[in-house]
């Protein structure tokens, strides 16, 4: 791919937002004790400094972020990194901790720290009284019903403050926690709990979404049939508040008041004792189950949260999100700094796009998380989040899930103007946090990731291990991080893990992404390195080819893949969804051909174009490119993914009748 040209700066920080900022503050610290060299011989603040050293002296950045923010070890600990190696990294040999006692130490019970809403409740706040009270029921009725270190417990739940406090009950515990969202269907649920063979089952019995009502308590009942090892099963009645009890299960507001009045206490475990269990989309074959660490998880959201959010006292993080997706462990990890939280559950969408903006006000959202798919989609529809209501309070967009296209950056400051701080990131569940993201005292390039994450060796190679600089290459990760897995649950000998990260390049973490590291510092992502488009040995990204076929105002939405069709060849095929009353004419297919050309290049013009009536995602988001390629090729749609891990099953059926 040819050089990128350096794009328009939309955005840079003043003076006063980058003094005030958690980073500036944090490498005067390490100026002062660790000897690092972040200021120029002018005082100004050097980000690229700073990230070399926190990805050469590896252990003392990550004893700097140790000492900095406080985290205490119940037992002595012998050195930070006990050998530098990937996979089997093992940080802080002998340390003993957990995450909760951190988040949960030091709080005004007078502050809020969450505000929630859904489709069925208004907005309405927990206090950290409040929280640590609800928290420290739930943990000791999970205490009584027999849970303690190591054992699971799963919880098929909405994004509620209930939940949220269950979560810091099940890690106060040394238990293990893992959710689904309850849009999971059944077979998706059992794929990822019976993996880790649950001692509780948390569950609700139903929810609302686009303003229909869902009950799950048929669902809840092949979940209890289907995980043999489930002993109890506590049922959270949110969508008929007071509704007799289920038969077998033990009601929610029994299990908290079996614990009422129970101080919180925190059980100490090991540095790389499991927190919680992650799952990969399961689009193909079983989702691996990424187990992280109690310690790694809470240096790296420290460091993260912190330092790269910027999350300060006044601040009310939102980011939406289902207990699905690692984003929502993400949201609640928030809560280790000063800031606090808003949730929601329920549609984007519904009534109309304007819902979520309506909550930023309301709440009083200041950092609003969302997808790079939202955005385009306000972009696409025309929304103007500011028209008719206050969202002066607002500072910073983050963007995450795909790559955020140059013009929905562009749409973003013609719609909040330049005081907002757009950032995009990518990184994901392997790691529940960035690889590239937001900082604070960049400036931010149109279409482009400001910076690659402290403590994350980032870096673009090419196929024979050289670095690159200014091309697109495999994004690898060079050195260690606290938060890479601790092992996939199921797989003893560690050959899943080291199949999935370190196959290409022996010891070096191969994320499977395409990404240009810039001169300047910044990253694009090109989407995934499995679905790339090889034309004559020019690689094409799809997240590319998207941006040029979505500015054709008459198509809403894209998938593109690249079929064999033996003896070497291969067809381009690109299918599209159209705007109502939009037709795909002669006319249309060429003006995407003309967009294709001049945006990417000749050779990646699609062969052949087809209207569909919807792009089939997972659950999370995520384009099924590779299932599609392989329906095209014969597969049958229920070999190539799961049903339940998708957002609408139909649309991807779909793609078998037009095999040929």
Not at 410 to 427: H, K, N
Not at 496 to 512: E, I, K, T
């Amino acid at each position: 791919m040819t050089e990128s040209s350096v794009p328009r700066v939309l955005w840079e920080p003043d003076e006063t937002t980058v003094a005030a900022s958690n980073i500036v503050a944090f490498a005067r610290w390490a100026a002062e004790h660790e000897g690092v060299e972040a200021f120029g011989d002018d005082g100004d603040f050097d980000y690229d400094a700073l990230w070399r050293w926190s990805v050469t002296d590896v252990d003392g950045f990550w004893d700097a972020i140790r000492a900095y923010y406080g985290v205490r070890f119940d037992t002595p600990h012998d050195g930070v990194l006990a050998e530098d190696v990937m996979p089997g990294a093992r940080w802080f040999p002998g340390a003993t901790l957990n995450y909760a006692r951190h988040l949960f130490e030091g709080r005004d019970p007078d502050r809020v720290a969450i505000r929630h809403a859904t489709e069925l409740r208004p907005l309405a706040e927990w206090t950290w009284g409040e929280l640590r009270r609800r928290t420290a029921a739930i943990a000791a009725g999970l205490r009584e019903l027999g849970v303690g270190p190591g054992d699971r417990v799963v919880a098929y739940l909405p994004n509620l403050p209930e939940t949220v406090a269950a979560f810091y009950a099940v890690a106060s515990l040394g238990a293990i926690w893992s959710s689904c969202s309850p849009d999971f269907g059944v077979r998706s649920v059992i794929d990822r709990f019976a993996q880790i063979e649950p001692k509780v089952l948390l569950a609700v019995d139903g929810y609302r979404y686009g303003g229909k009502d869902f009950d799950r308590r048929p669902v809840v009942e092949e979940l209890r049939a289907a995980l043999p090892t489930v002993e109890h099963t506590v049922l959270l009645d949110h969508l008929e508040p007071g509704a007799d009890p289920v038969e077998g299960t033990l009601a929610w507001s029994a299990l908290e008041a079996s614990g009422a009045g129970a101080d919180l206490e925190f059980t100490p475990v090991a540095f790389d004792h499991p927190l919680w269990v992650l799952y990969s989309s399961g689009t193909t074959g079983l989702p691996k189950a990424i187990v992280q660490g109690h310690g790694g998880i809470l240096l790296e959201q420290l460091k993260n949260l912190h330092l790269h959010l910027d999350a300060q006292e006044d601040d009310r993080v939102f980011w939406f999100t289902t207990t699905g997706w690692m984003m929502w462990n993400f949201l609640v990890s928030v809560l280790l700094t000063p800031a606090s939280i808003v949730l929601y559950d329920g549609s984007p969408a519904a009534p109309e796009l304007d819902t979520l903006w309506d909550l930023a006000a309301e709440a009083g959202i200041t950092v609003f998380g969302t997808s790079a798919g939202f955005l385009s989609s306000c972009m696409k529809e025309g929304v103007h989040p500011r028209r008719g209501r206050d969202l002066s309070r607002l500072k910073a967009i983050g963007s995450t899930g795909s790559p955020l296209s140059p013009e929905a950056f562009a749409w973003a400051y013609e719609e909040f103007g330049d005081d907002l701080w757009l950032f995009s990131t990518s990184g994901g569940t392997d790691v529940c946090s960035c690889l590239v993201g937001g900082t604070p005292t960049l400036p931010v390039y149109e279409g482009e990731i400001q910076s690659r994450a402290l403590g994350m060796a980032v870096a673009s190679w090419d196929p024979d291990g050289k670095e690159l600089i200014g091309e697109v290459g495999e994004l690898v990760v060079t050195r260690p991080a606290p938060s890479m897995p601790v092992f996939f649950w199921g797989d003893e000998g560690g050959e899943r893990l080291r199949d999935s990260y370190f196959s290409m390049y022996p010891g070096v973490w191969r994320h499977g992404d395409w990404i240009e590291i810039t001169d300047r510092g910044t990253a694009i992502i090109y989407g995934r390195s499995d679905s790339t488009i090889n034309r004559g040995g020019v690689r094409m990204g799809t997240s590319e080819i998207y941006r040029a076929v979505l500015a054709v105002d008459d198509i809403t939405d894209a998938l593109v893949v690249d079929v064999p069709q033996g003896e070497g060849s291969s067809r381009i095929e690109l299918f599209v969804v159209l705007r109502e009353s939009a037709e795909l004419d002669d006319a249309l297919v060429k003006e995407i051909a003309r967009r294709v050309r001049t945006d990417c290049s000749p050779r990646h013009v699609p062969d052949r174009v087809r209207v569909v009536p919807a792009v089939p995602r997972t659950l999370s988001g995520k384009i099924l490119e590779v299932p599609v390629k392989r329906i095209l090729m014969g597969e049958a749609p229920g070999k190539v993914a799961s049903r339940d891990s998708l957002a609408d099953p139909e649309a991807l059926d779909h793609f078998s009748t037009l095999v040929g």
